[in-house]
């Protein structure tokens, strides 16, 4: 009998094994890496085997072990804080891949910006296509990446914007509130609960699981 793989759960360690949960069009593969416990996300579209990385944060040499021999068509960076784009020049001289990052951050990332994403671009990859939500607050620019799956529930990549238990860091209460401001209008104003959400650190959680804290995580203000 061959072996079973293992149910996604979403649960990544640094230098553990990638975490595979496979849709109907699409694949995605979650790696942690670095020193602040980056999660990297392999998205594979399953008609074409075509291939973009979200965030190269770091340890290149994973990340082209989990990348192997399938076309990386480009890298989607969440947001300009170093940690996020660490290993993206080594990735994109490996493969040839081209940069996607917000618009608003490109001038914080020291790799060339092929592709500048704003509020609604989309990115397709064969027969995947992914939509831009930016947000700002965490940094100017700060963005995540949304898959309608047309079989299932929405998959948010949501880099530093949203974690299970609040929305990301920032530095003035005026980014405070342009952060969560986005987050409640363009995630639990606009999207179901049974959306998944997978941040740039950590586990992940779902929309519904977060929905009830909005108005604990304003009070507080982070």
């Given at each position: 009998m ?56 770091a ?7 989990l ?11 969440t ?26 951050d ?27 939500i930016?947000?700002?607050g ?30 990301g ?13 986005a987050?409640?209008?363009q ?6 609960d ?29």
């Amino acid at each position: 009998m061959g072996s079973m793989v293992p149910m996604y759960i979403g649960d990544t360690t640094v230098g553990g094994p990638a975490q595979i949960r496979k849709l109907p069009q699409l694949t995605i593969s979650k790696i942690s890496v670095g020193s602040f416990n980056n999660n990297s996300y392999l998205l594979r579209c399953t008609n074409t085997g075509m291939q973009v990385l979200i965030d190269a944060a770091a340890e290149p040499d994973r990340l082209l072990t989990l990348i192997g021999h399938g076309e990386l068509m480009g890298v989607l960076t969440t947001h300009g804080h170093p940690d996020h784009w660490g290993a993206l020049a080594e990735v994109i001289n490996a493969t040839g891949a081209r940069s996607y990052a917000p618009a608003a951050d490109v001038t914080m990332i020291s790799v060339n910006t092929d592709h500048a994403l704003r509020q609604g671009s989309t990115v397709t990859f064969g027969a995947v296509t992914v939509q831009v939500i930016t947000t700002g607050g965490h940094t100017p620019g700060a963005s995540m990446f949304i898959y309608q799956d047309p079989f299932g529930h929405g998959h948010l990549f949501s880099g530093d914007c949203l974690f299970p238990g609040g929305v990301g860091k920032t530095s003035t209460p005026e980014d405070f509130s342009t952060l969560f401001s986005a987050v409640q209008s363009q995630v639990f104003d606009a999207l179901p609960d049974t959306t998944w959400v997978y941040p740039g650190h950590g586990a992940d959680t779902h929309v519904g699981k977060e929905r009830g804290s909005l108005g604990e995580w304003l009070d507080r203000g982070w």
